[in-house]
């Protein structure tokens, strides 16, 4: 790690290809379609407003959507998707195609485990709680896990640790009444297993992870020294002199965390008799699209961590059978009015089940 000055103040720049980042910024456009799911479970209040009715006839289906070969690829499966917010946003969207109907998202928000080191009550708070979507038609079923991406796993970074422990009253989960920083891997193999043994039938199994916004984040509110929202123009002015290369991800270990989960989250269904049909991957786009909302840190390293599997997925090894559900690559960002600050419109998830369909027409 480098460590330069800038105007008298230090600034890490956290590879040694410095360089500038001159990206100007985007004038936002004067209106955009900020997407909200319409949801049933109790709403923030920052969102009681916002909620968002995606505007379908409840005759709608999945079928309108994605080609016959990959509605037959589902049929007797189950669909997890284990990611962030983007993923939960997009999680009401899919159930809505896959059922026709906008009310069928159930919510999960408790769980007791019998024995292990989890044993006892685990709890979720209403912005990392679990959901299920049951898409009888087709016998089959999707789930939404949330977790706090690869960083969560030990070693933590201090600069992760410092941004979890910000949110650990909206995002931490509850093991026997104590939130916590559960490591994903833990998740995989102990917890996420339970919660589908628990609400799932017995299918065989397509699971999605992806490249979190929180393997992101936590960079860019180290080098700021605050929450993301709360950034000062000086703290604009450090990042954009940040410069990130794969250098990082090997320094972080970001890869090898990352085929940890995936093993993690396979080996705790095999255990418990479940059999694992595909593994999938997704990527993320570039958003925010904004300096002052952290582009210039998130979507560089959006972009390393793309090419990192994808770079996995053709040297084959541990990720051969691993299919990338490129979002990124269906969803190109050319204006701010495309992001709704780190999450996306409408428009930008319906690139993602787009993407999501090229990988379930090969499940």
């Known amino acids: 790690m480098v460590r ?20 100007q910024q985007a004038t936002p456009a004067l209106a955009r379609e900020a997407w909200r799911p319409a949801s049933t479970a109790t709403p923030s209040s920052t969102r009681s407003t916002e909620a968002f009715t995606t505007e379908m006839p409840t005759s709608t289906t999945w079928s309108d959507m994605f080609p016959t070969e990959g509605l037959i690829s589902l049929r007797g499966k189950n669909l997890i998707l284990a990611g962030d917010s983007n993923d939960r946003n ?9 059922t026709g109907k906008s009310d069928q998202v159930q919510y999960i928000r408790k769980l007791e485990i019998a024995s292990g080191e989890y044993s006892g009550l685990i709890t979720w708070p209403t912005e990392a709680a679990t959901m299920t979507c049951h898409d009888r038609s087709r016998n089959a079923s999707l789930m939404f896990l949330f977790h706090q991406g690869v960083y969560s796993l030990p070693p933590q970074p201090d600069w992760f640790l410092e941004f979890v422990q910000r949110r650990l009253g909206t995002h931490g989960i509850g093991v026997r009444g104590k939130a916590r ?22 299918r065989p199994m397509i699971l999605l992870l992806q490249s979190s916004m929180w393997d992101s984040f936590p960079v860019l509110e180290k080098i700021i020294g605050t929450r993301v929202s709360q950034m000062t123009d000086a703290g604009e002015a450090k990042i954009k002199t940040a410069v990130f290369c794969k250098e990082n991800l090997t320094e972080w270990g970001w890869m090898g965390r990352a085929e940890q989960i995936v093993s993690a989250f396979e080996a705790g269904l095999r255990e418990r008799g479940w059999q694992v049909s595909s593994k999938l991957w997704r990527t993320n786009p570039n958003c925010p699209a904004l300096p002052k909302q952290g582009s210039v840190v998130a979507n560089p390293l959006s972009e390393l961590y793309a090419d990192a ?3 996995a997925i053709l040297a084959g090894g541990a990720w051969s059978d691993v299919c990338l559900v490129d979002w990124r690559g269906h969803l190109r960002i050319h204006d701010p009015s495309q992001c709704d600050h780190h999450h996306y419109t409408k ?6 089940l787009d993407a999501l369909g090229d990988c379930l027409l090969l499940a």
Not at 4 to 23: D, R
Not at 90 to 96: N, W
Not at 181 to 202: F, G, H, K, S
Request: overall charge negative.
């Open 181 to 202: 920083v559960v490591p994903t891997t833990d998740l995989a193999r102990n917890i996420w297993p339970e919660a589908i043994q628990q609400n799932l039938l017995i």
């Open 4 to 23: 330069i000055c800038w105007a008298g103040l230090p600034i890490i720049v956290l590879c040694s290809c410095i360089a500038i980042y001159g990206l």
């Open 309 to 311: 599997v994808k770079h």
């Open 90 to 98: 997009f999680f009401h969207l899919l159930c809505h195609y896959a």
């Open 347 to 352: 428009a930008g998830y319906m690139e993602y």
